[in-house]
């Protein structure tokens, strides 16, 4: 376990939320969502081990390290049981959360994420792994900002990818590499049964990396999970189309 970097971005009288970013990303990403929540609840984020300000231990990861990163988050805060939402890495992680410590988690919003992979892109894990070995993060970050925003948003939102760019760029190497590691290998669809609390799982209607059809596969494994498709969106809705990204999580939030 790695005492990763938390920061509390907002505080209010509901029940406590903590946001979890997508891989090559940080905390900073889930900004505009807490400001949104400002007054209402108490929000925290924070940093996966290999990113942002939290350090990166020798790798590779694997994804019992980030559950067991994410447990002590909450721990370490005292506001459990919370809602967790998770993007990408975060939504991955979340699974595992709720899986193994249902204790810590009173509801789930699964975003951009998959259970399990294919062979097939098991091996593209591996193939960018080779490239980062070789030659850094510059020789990704154009293959990650094509799969995290669409044509439209990269042409018309020259700024947000501007800024992704930066924080790819910034994100640790070596840190990356074992992060993709857990990444690849991530396999929570059989034990999705086990999770009980209320789910919500989104998917982007344009996204490559974690299509909708692995948002229907985690939808269908866990009881009473409600399934919603973000149109227009990539892999990055919160950021991509952030009204529909407020309106679906305020709707379950209302519920929760």
Excluded at 186 to 211: F, K, N, Q, S
Aim: proline fraction near 7%; hydrophobic fraction near 45%.
């Amino acid at each position: 376990m790695t005492a990763v970097f938390t920061k509390q971005l907002a505080d209010g009288p509901g029940a406590p939320l903590v946001l979890s970013h997508a891989l090559g990303l940080d905390h900073q990403m889930w900004s505009s969502t807490a400001a949104l929540l400002a007054g209402e609840r108490p929000v925290l984020a924070y940093d996966h081990r290999g990113h942002g300000r939290s350090p990166a231990p020798p790798g590779p990861y694997s994804m019992d390290d980030l559950v067991g990163d994410a447990r002590d988050v909450i721990e370490r805060w005292g506001r459990g049981p919370v809602i967790w939402v998770g993007l990408s890495l975060g939504g991955m992680a979340g699974q595992g959360l709720a899986i193994s410590c249902p204790d810590l988690v009173r509801a789930l919003v699964l975003t951009h994420t998959t259970a399990r992979y294919p062979a097939a892109a098991r091996e593209a894990w591996q193939q960018r792994i080779r490239l980062v070995a070789q030659g850094g993060m510059a020789a990704v970050v154009d293959l990650v900002l094509q799969r995290y925003l669409t044509a439209d948003v990269r042409a018309t939102q020259p700024q947000l990818q501007e800024q992704l760019r930066r924080r790819v760029l910034t994100t640790d190497a070596a840190g990356y590499i074992a992060s993709c590691a857990a990444v690849a290998s991530v396999d929570w669809l059989d034990d999705l049964y086990r999770i009980a609390c209320p789910t919500l799982v989104l998917a982007g209607e344009l996204d490559a990396g974690a299509p909708p059809a692995m948002a229907r596969e985690i939808q269908e494994r866990i009881r009473g999970a409600r399934l919603e498709i973000v149109p227009g969106a990539s892999h990055l809705s919160p950021l991509e189309q952030p009204a529909q990204f407020e309106a679906a999580l305020r709707s379950f939030l209302a519920e929760s």
